[in-house]
T-cell receptor, first 112, second 111 residues
Framework: EAGVAQSPRYKIIEKRQSVAFWCNPI?????LYWYQQILGQGPKLLIQ????????DSQLPKDRFSAERLKGVDSTLKIQPAKLEDSAVYLC??????????FGPGTRLLVL | QKEVEQDPGPLSVPEGAIVSLNCTYS??????FMWYRQYSRKGPELLMY????GNKEDGRFTAQVDKSSKYISLFIRDSQPSDSATYLC???????????FGAGTTVTVRA
């Protein structure tokens, strides 16, 4: 079974630029999550999708972050404009309904 | 106060030692408890999962939950250099199934 795929693996941008991350979950997994993991901290949930609908985006900074999962499969997370404090690893995870979350390798973002 | 507290370490032990990791939590709604292992530059991978108080063993790993004290532990017996990683405790609330992570403890097992 293929795991959760994410790209790019690394991205370096300057502040105020925009950036997008892509996630392809495990086939058949209805639920998809985006997490932000700042160095030395545990992952923090940004947004949760159930198929193509948003279940929870209460911790997503909506003035600069957006995410979509148009066909209920792949998802993209965008930051526009980026700030220095957005430097982190962005993790995507997927799960069948209510079960264990499987994480991708993450995208490491550095904002200069 | 964070919902899930975990000592970030770092923890350095010699090969063969027992590694003891702990987390405390404040919300009684947490009913499902997990330990994730995260190698450098990788995503977290599930190590242990339990939902009841008591001990659960899986090979060299033992997860312990004490709901009355709101305290969970992970023990690694006969630790190996390949166990060097960051260990994250995580908990799911029974009312909304939200997953909350501890900060992670970085463990180094010296050969």
């Amino acid at each position: 079974e293929a795991g959760v795929a994410q790209s790019p693996r690394y991205k370096i941008i300057e502040k105020r630029q925009s950036v997008a991350f892509w996630c392809n979950p495990i086939s058949g997994h209805a639920t998809l999550y985006w997490y932000q993991q700042i160095l030395g901290q545990g992952p923090k949930l940004l947004i949760q999708f159930q198929n193509n609908g948003v279940v929870d985006d209460s911790q997503l900074p909506k003035d600069r972050f957006s995410a979509e999962r148009l066909k209920g499969v792949d998802s993209t997370l965008k930051i526009q404009p980026a700030k220095l404090e957005d430097s982190a690893v962005y993790l995507c995870a997927s799960t069948p309904l209510g079960e264990t979350q499987y994480f991708g390798p993450g995208t490491r973002l550095l904002v200069l | 106060q964070k919902e899930v507290e975990q000592d970030p370490g770092p923890l350095s032990v010699p090969e063969g030692a027992i590694v003891s990791l702990n987390c405390t939590y404040s919300n009684s709604a947490f009913q499902y408890f997990m330990w994730y292992r995260q190698y450098s530059r990788k995503g977290p991978e599930l190590l242990m999962y339990t939902y009841s108080s008591g001990n659960k063993e899986d090979g060299r790993f033992t997860a312990q939950v004490d709901k009355s004290s709101k305290y969970i532990s992970l023990f690694i017996r006969d630790s190996q250099p390949s166990d060097s990683a960051t260990y994250l405790c995580a908990m799911i609330r029974s009312n909304d199934y939200k997953l909350s992570f501890g900060a992670g403890t970085t463990v180094t097992v010296r050969a």
